[in-house]
């Protein structure tokens, strides 16, 4: 997979990359990650990437030909399954978004900034816009990061145990159960007894009814779905 983020700030990116689990992932060549900088794109000596809305109102907005200038010179050297946007408006990130994400071969992401972007860019060439919940970040540099972690841990290879994903919290629509390590006991604190007796589908029980009673108890709308 390759992901193709475009960016005004690509140093507030790059360090989730440069850590543990995406680090290695690029490492391992089971994805690549690059940042553009939309200042190169740009056509005159201020690097001008915004300006004022047309009929009137408050905050700057992302003009059209540095972004298609950036689209454009990507496309040239491949196809791309998805250009996102991110953007509070768009649909709201979950494990199914990422899940659909995590199986395409090359993506853009385009993080906005300001009040956004020109709508002829969403028009003519974003293919899903995506927000990271309901509140407004100061660009989409942070939604890009937290959206490219969901996807780039569901990659084959990229978690060391090949199941670990599977039983994350929202896959099945549930959260997950509680877990516990050593010791078995601390300040009187003790590990449910089920979890040493060496009965597997007893405890698989136990961990799907847990999962089940954590997810009604805190996230109801989840089992509506
Ligand atoms: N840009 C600003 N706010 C955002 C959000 N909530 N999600 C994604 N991108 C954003």
């Known amino acids: 997979m390759r992901i193709d983020i475009i960016t005004v700030l690509p140093e507030l990116l790059k360090s989730p990359f440069e850590a543990s ?4 992932a690029i490492e391992a060549g089971l994805v690549e990650v690059h ?26 907005v992302m003009m059209v030909e540095p972004i ?21 408006d768009g649909e709201t990130l979950n494990q199914s978004i990422a899940n659909q994400l995590s199986l395409k071969g090359n993506i853009i ?3 906005g900034h300001y009040k956004g972007v ?19 970040l100061s660009g989409g540099e942070l939604g890009a990061a937290v959206l490219c972690d969901a996807i780039i841990r569901l990659i084959p290879g990229v978690l060391g145990n090949e199941t ?3 039983t994350d919290s929202f896959q099945d629509n549930l959260l997950a ?7 078995r006991e601390y300040k009187g604190w003790k590990v449910p007894e089920l979890l040493f007796s060496g009965n597997l589908p007893e405890i698989e029980k136990w961990r799907e009814e847990q999962a089940y009673l954590r997810t009604k108890e805190r996230r109801p709308d989840l089992l509506d779905d």
């Open 21 to 24: 689990i995406l680090k290695r």
């Open 35 to 60: 940042f553009h900088n939309l200042r190169d794109y740009t056509s005159d000596n201020y690097k001008s990437i915004d300006d004022t809305q047309f009929g009137g109102g408050a905050g700057m």
């Open 68 to 88: 298609d200038k950036c689209i454009t010179a990507l496309k040239a050297k491949r196809n791309y399954d998805e250009v996102i946007y991110m953007t509070p």
């Open 109 to 111: 992401i385009l993080c």
């Open 118 to 136: 020109d709508q002829r860019v969403r028009d003519h060439f974003i293919t899903r816009e995506i927000s990271i919940g309901d509140y407004v």
């Open 164 to 166: 670990s994903a599977l």
């Open 177 to 183: 159960p509680p877990i516990y390590t050593k010791p």
